[in-house]
Each structure stands twice: as structure tokens, then as C-alpha cells.
């Protein structure tokens, strides 16, 4: 399974951004994708979760973007979405994707996997 990411560049404060990270798989079948997150590192800080959306849609946001972020999920496509609006510059960061996947193999063999996506840049200026 595979994480691919996009979305992210670099944004005046309060502009907004949209990232998207779709999940798919070369030699699996995907069946099913339970959580699905959202998570950012700044240069020098820890990674922090941003955001997160249940397969029924629940949703729960860190408290320094609630109110400005939106987790959605389309799960026909597989893909998982944050809406970015008000940007600060504290939320320049690289972001990436997470997200718990039931597939199957070639023999029908089931597996439960945790899956990154590569990170994407978000810069956001003063």
C-alpha cells in the first residue's frame, strides 16, 4: 500500500491550502481504511497530530488548528483531505498522512498495515 500526498506549497498568512493523500496499492487489493490522519513536524519540534477522521467520519482536531482545519474522506477514492484556512506561520511544517489499511495479497491472504505518506511542505509567510 501507498500513501501518495500533494497539496502543499508556500501561502501568505490567512491564505488557505488544500492537501490530499490517496492511498493505493500495486500488488493489494484494498479493502477497507479505518483511521485516517493527518500529521505535521516544524524544523526543531516533534511531530504532532493535526487532525483525525473515523471511516463513520468522526473527526478530532489538535487544539491549535480547530476551527481553521477540515478532515474530510471520500472513501470510494481512498483518499483522505485537509482544508487549511487562516494560516499562521506557526503552522509552516512539513505534513503527512497516516492511515490504518485492511488489504489483501495476491492469495486473498488478509493484512492490517499502518501506512505513511511522504510529507509535503506547507510554508506559510508573514
Known amino acids: 500500500v501507498q500513501l501518495q500526498a500533494s497539496g502543499g506549497g508556500l501561502v501568505q498568512a490567512g491564505g488557505s491550502l488544500r492537501l490530499s493523500c490517496a492511498a493505493s496499492?500495486?500488488?493489494?487489493?484494498?479493502?477497507?481504511?479505518?483511521?485516517m490522519q493527518w500529521y505535521r513536524q516544524a524544523p526543531g519540534k516533534t511531530r504532532e497530530l493535526v487532525a483525525s477522521?473515523?471511516?463513520?467520519?468522526?473527526?478530532n482536531y489538535a487544539d491549535s488548528v480547530q476551527g481553521r482545519f477540515t478532515i474530510s474522506r471520500d472513501n470510494a477514492k481512498n483518499t483522505v483531505y485537509l482544508q487549511m484556512n487562516s494560516l499562521k506561520p506557526e503552522d509552516t511544517a512539513v505534513y503527512s498522512c497516516?492511515?490504518?489499511?485492511?488489504?489483501?495479497?495476491?492469495?486473498?491472504?488478509?493484512?492490517?498495515?499502518?501506512?505513511w505518506g511522504r510529507g509535503t511542505q506547507v510554508t506559510v509567510s508573514s
Open positions: 477522521i473515523a471511516r463513520d467520519g468522526n473527526s
Open positions: 497516516n492511515m490504518q489499511v485492511i488489504s489483501f495479497s495476491w492469495d486473498d491472504t488478509p493484512v492490517a498495515g499502518n501506512y
Open positions: 496499492g500495486s500488488h493489494v487489493r484494498i479493502s477497507r481504511i479505518d483511521t
